[in-house]
């Protein structure tokens, strides 16, 4: 079969490679219909995760067709069309009776990213990422082994195409459980850092939530309008403009009432911290998230769906203390929300689709990937279909 393989830093390529075939009893094989390019796969792209390999196979958000389920597949069968969620997840240990799968902890046969871990087992397995995360191959490819299918993998109708439903695998689920943890409801005040897809998610659950007011914050001048004119935010390039400084003279010297980092650990930072990165002082910016810190009112919270790794510095953890900020953030629990938000989009709520800018066939996919890098071409998504 084809599949998009990683070998180096700026440097992917489509192969030729096995097909894959049934290692346990719940496993199934799908045909990919559709898969897209993540923002945490450009931190895959730039070499920026470690213990990636050579070769391995990448992407997270994929769906496709049924074509061969292990005898201990139960709810699934062959010919059903499916949405895979990128966490891999058993079901039935400790985190996973409590719905929180992306602590699964069974399925991850590497180390995780905890630097002071104290043998603690590691979080879930996740698709095409690195071996910190078990190594397992992703969805940029013609045919993917699904592990663990009896947990995750959500029969979609005919009636919705496979656009409508394919960010169902992770950047609608996060942009949702940010801002369900963000507590937005009905007259919420809500700053979004990072106008990425999965800040674009996030705008689009606030204002299906009822947000009064959602400010954007991005230096992509075409990410900010096209998220104006389709959610209503208020657009702030940080370029121009101190953000924090803004919301707060925008809110009567207060503050939002919470705050998202769509950003994460590659945030566009000082000099000073591009230095420290660079160095391996730090191992993520603090950019963002002391802006975060620094724009929400008092009592008010702070939700990350943005990656972070190791250390960073400059966090103003005395400043989240002054304020009394509650501190959310973590890998999505996609299991627990896939069936509400095919709901919502069945219903005409959601329309995460409204976000693609580019159709590109998996033999393009290297070329796809930067042009989302670089973001080329005014784009925001990208999404592959097998040639």
């Not at 062959?78 to 069974?106: H, L, M, N, W």
């Not at 960010?167 to 700053?191: C, H, M, R, W």
């Not at 250390?311 to 973590?330: N, S, V």
């Not at 709901?343 to 976000?355: M, N, Q, S, T, V």
């Amino acid at each position: 079969m084809k599949a998009l393989s990683y070998h180096g830093s700026h440097h992917v390529q489509v192969d030729t490679v096995p097909d894959p075939v049934l290692q346990e009893s719940d496993d199934l094989i799908l045909r990919v219909t559709a898969t897209a390019i993540c923002g945490s796969d450009l931190h895959l792209y730039r070499g920026k995760v470690p213990q990636l390999k050579h070769g391995d196979i990448l992407g997270h958000e994929f769906m496709g067709i049924v074509e061969e389920t292990g005898s201990g597949v139960q709810n699934i069968k062959k010919g059903d069309r499916v949405v895979i969620p990128f966490v891999i997840a058993c079901g039935s240990c400790f985190f996973c009776a409590q719905q929180q799968f992306s602590a699964c902890e069974t399925t991850n046969t590497g180390e995780g990213g905890l630097l002071n871990s104290k043998h603690i087992k590691p979080p879930a397995a996740l698709f095409g990422f690195s071996h910190m995360y078990g190594g397992i191959p992703g969805g940029q490819a013609e045919f993917v082994r699904v592990p663990k299918a009896n947990v995750g993998p959500l029969v979609v109708p005919s009636s919705l195409a496979d656009e409508q439903v394919l960010f169902l695998s992770d950047i609608l689920p996060t942009g949702y459980q940010a801002v369900l943890n963000a507590e937005v409801k009905p007259g919420s005040t809500l700053a979004i850092f990072g106008a990425g897809p999965v800040g674009l998610m996030a705008a689009a659950c606030a204002r299906m939530k009822g947000a009064s007011k959602i400010y954007m914050i991005d230096h992509h001048a075409y990410r900010l309008e096209f998220a104006r004119e389709t959610y209503g935010i208020v657009p702030i390039n940080f370029d121009d403009t101190d953000a924090a400084e803004f919301i707060i003279s925008d809110t009567q010297g207060r503050g939002v009432d919470a705050v998202i980092d769509a950003v994460g650990f590659e945030a566009k930072g000082s000099a000073l911290d591009t230095v420290l990165t660079g160095l391996k002082i730090e191992s993520s910016s603090g950019s963002a998230l002391r802006q975060c810190i620094a724009a929400v009112r008092r009592g008010g919270v702070v939700s990350v769906p943005g990656v972070y790794s190791g250390f960073i510095h400059g966090f103003l953890f005395g400043d989240a203390f002054d304020k009394g900020l509650t501190i959310r953030m973590g890998q999505t629990h996609v299991q627990k929300l896939m069936p509400e938000l095919l709901g919502l989009i069945e219903e005409g709520k959601l329309r995460p689709d409204a976000i693609i800018t580019h159709r590109m066939k998996l033999s393009e996919a290297a070329e796809a990937y930067k042009i989302f890098d670089k973001k080329e071409q005014d784009c925001r998504k990208v999404v592959l279909t097998p040639d």
